[in-house]
């Protein structure tokens, strides 16, 4: 029944990410994508607006992949998946192990799951660009390359704002995602418009 299995596949994503949102990434390319949930392409635009609309990224990408696989209810089952792990791990460590927090080995343990994460984080980068930039979905079989171009100047150019401080303050996500959208409407609407290829 593909309720049960939206949500046991969310709920192994929920328990097994450690890092927040962006760290389930691999997970869920691997799962959605290889159970025929969604084509790679449609999950990275699920991605790109579960991270610019309000509420938690593993929310967002949940509901998402639900509401496409199976409508409404479908939606409720991945969302209640990815939401559990989390739930029953918080009620755990409030009240059994928040003595244990404080010893040395456990803060050894958060010390290797940190370098973990931050290569999980690379590798979405990493995909990220292959696929959005240059339209490799399979690294084992690259086929035919397609640059964006467009893709690429539009990051070359955002890239180095994201460094810019106005006040002593770097500038604000949200910003950032709203530049970014503006000028992917203007840019790639001008070039459909006047069928410019780049």
């Keep these: 029944m593909i309720?049960?299995?939206l949500f046991w596949t969310f709920f192994k994503i929920g328990l097994f990410t450690i890092g927040g949102g962006q760290a389930m990434i691999p997970m869920i390319m691997?799962?959605?994508?290889?159970?025929g949930w969604l084509e790679q392409t449609a999950l990275i635009d699920f991605i790109a607006i579960s991270e610019s609309t309000p509420g938690p990224f593993a929310v967002n990408i949940a509901t998402y992949t639900g509401i496409e696989t199976a409508g409404i209810f479908g939606a409720i089952c991945?969302?209640?998946g990815v939401v559990l792990p989390s739930v029953i791990i918080i009620i755990l460590v409030a009240k059994l192990l928040s003595s244990f927090m404080k010893k040395k080995a456990v803060g050894e343990v958060f010390t290797g799951v940190r370098s973990t994460?931050?290569?999980l984080l690379l590798s979405v980068f990493v995909t990220l660009v292959?696929?959005?930039?240059?339209?490799i979905t399979d690294i084992k079989n690259v086929g035919t390359?397609?640059?964006?171009?467009?893709?690429i100047i539009l990051f070359?150019?955002?890239f180095p704002i994201s460094f810019i401080k106005i006040k002593g303050k770097k500038?604000?996500?949200?910003?950032?995602v709203i530049l970014s959208a503006a000028l992917g409407v203007l840019c790639y609407g001008l070039c459909d418009y006047f069928g410019v290829t780049l």
């Design 3 to 5: 309720y049960l299995d």
């Design 30 to 35: 691997t799962n959605v994508v290889e159970k």
């Design 78 to 80: 991945a969302t209640l």
């Design 117 to 119: 994460v931050t290569g």
């Design 130 to 135: 292959l696929t959005m930039l240059f339209g």
């Design 145 to 151: 390359v397609s640059v964006d171009y467009i893709g």
């Design 156 to 158: 070359a150019a955002i």
């Design 171 to 176: 500038m604000k996500p949200i910003l950032l």
